[in-house]
Each structure stands twice: as structure tokens, then as C-alpha cells.
């Protein structure tokens, strides 16, 4: 179910998870029909619990893992 998967990805924010692990949290909220409007709403969610510092160090794991080309930014 799709907050459960986005609870998952959550928690392994707040843990610090290794980059594959964010990959499996997002295939497996997106498998759950999240968008990733939502999945980036798992990041401001927690950034007031868990700090800008962690949320700041996802942030390109998750991109990553929703196929965003970080080469393409400015």
C-alpha cells in the first residue's frame, strides 16, 4: 500500500540508508502508485524532524532513484 511505502522510504531517510536502499524505498512507493510529487513530500516532511543536513544528503539519492538526470541541472 502506498503509505506504507512512503512511511518505508521515510525511515530509511531518518536512518541514513545506503543509496540502495533508497532505490528499493522508491520502486517500492512508486509500485504502490506514488508519484513523485508525493515521494519529494516524504523529503519536507521529515526535514523539520530530522534536519536540512540529512534531508539535503537524499535528496540526490531519491532523484536518482526517481530518474531525474542530476547532469541536467544548472
Known amino acids: 500500500d502506498k503509505t506504507r511505502a512512503l512511511v518505508r522510504l521515510a525511515g530509511l531517510i531518518a536512518l541514513e540508508a545506503a543509496p540502495a536502499s533508497y532505490q ?14 508525493e515521494i519529494v513530500g516524504v523529503l519536507v516532511a521529515l526535514a523539520p524532524v530530522v534536519g536540512m543536513a540529512r534531508t539535503g544528503t537524499a535528496a540526490p539519492e531519491l532523484a536518482l532513484a526517481v530518474g531525474c538526470d542530476l547532469d541536467q541541472w544548472p
Not at 528499493?24 to 510529487?37: F, L, M, N, S, Y
Request: charged letters at 15%; one cysteine or more.
Open 24 to 37: 528499493w524505498g522508491v520502486a517500492c512507493a512508486v509500485a504502490a502508485g506514488a508519484t513523485d510529487e
